[in-house]
Nanobody, 113 residues
Framework: QVQLVESGGGLVQPGGSLRLSCAAFGISFMIADMAWYRQAPGKQRELVAI???????NYADSMKDRFTISRDNAKSTVYLQMNSLKPEDTAVYYCKLYNTPYWGQGTQVTVSS
């Protein structure tokens, strides 16, 4: 049974940082391409970043200078380091097993003073 469990969200002031984690269960993590998406209130879900099994990365243009996706195969975990956060980064962030229907439950990130 595939399970993706996100953590690390919360309330942060503008300019601050957060690191999200997504622990994967029930998959061969080392050969999995993983992704982070986000969905802001009233908006469609959008791709944030992808990391392949070979650790190649790709980012949405608006986030590539501030966000970093990484993975730890030994822990079956993918991370999203978010720096210089802005109020418009407020959203629910979801982990996804890329190109599959498997999503995590999401973690709320709120950027506000």
């Amino acid at each position: 049974q595939v399970q993706l469990v996100e953590s690390g969200g919360g309330l942060v002031q503008p300019g601050g940082s957060l690191r999200l984690s997504c622990a994967a269960f029930g998959i061969s993590f080392m050969i999995a391409d993983m992704a982070w998406y986000r969905q802001a209130p009233g908006k469609q879900r959008e791709l944030v970043a992808i990391i392949t099994s070979g650790s190649r990365t790709n980012y949405a243009d608006s986030m590539k200078d501030r966000f970093t996706i990484s993975r730890d195969n030994a822990k079956s975990t993918v991370y999203l380091q978010m720096n210089s956060l802005k109020p418009e980064d407020t959203a629910v962030y979801y982990c996804k097993l890329y190109n599959t229907p498997y999503w995590g439950q999401g973690t709320q990130v709120t950027v506000s003073s």
